[in-house]
């Protein structure tokens, strides 16, 4: 049960960056697929070499995703038995908010950008 509400609370604690992102840069998309983007900006930095070679967009939207996802899993299902104390809860939720905000906001930037 701990784990999932650990998961929840980092969810929850990296959610409202994405959401900040489509709501403020909405206008900005050609696409509405395009959202998918705010979920990975610095993953997307690395993902554009496959573009290169002609991988679908919607591959690159899912691996943002599972990226994104994997961010707010992973380290709750792996720690919850290391996070012993109140502070290292507050810190991993912390640290997985500031992941989500940096990810927002490269992608921000990059959808910002193509319109200049």
Do not use: N
């Not at 999932?4 to 489509?22: E, Q, R």
């Amino acid at each position: 049960m701990r784990g999932v509400l650990l998961c929840g609370a980092s969810l929850a604690a990296m959610a409202p960056w994405p959401a900040l992102g489509i709501v403020v840069s909405r206008e900005q998309f050609d696409t509405p697929a395009e959202a998918f983007a705010l979920f990975g900006g610095v993953t997307l930095l690395p993902l554009m070499l496959l573009m290169l070679v002609k991988v679908p967009v919607g591959v690159v939207y899912a691996i943002i995703v599972l990226v994104w996802a994997g961010a707010a899993i992973a380290p709750a299902v792996w720690l919850r038995r290391r996070l012993t104390t109140w502070w290292a809860i507050v810190g991993l939720v912390a640290a997985q908010s500031a992941f989500s905000l940096v990810q927002a906001a490269a992608a921000a930037m990059l959808i910002l950008g193509k319109g200049v």
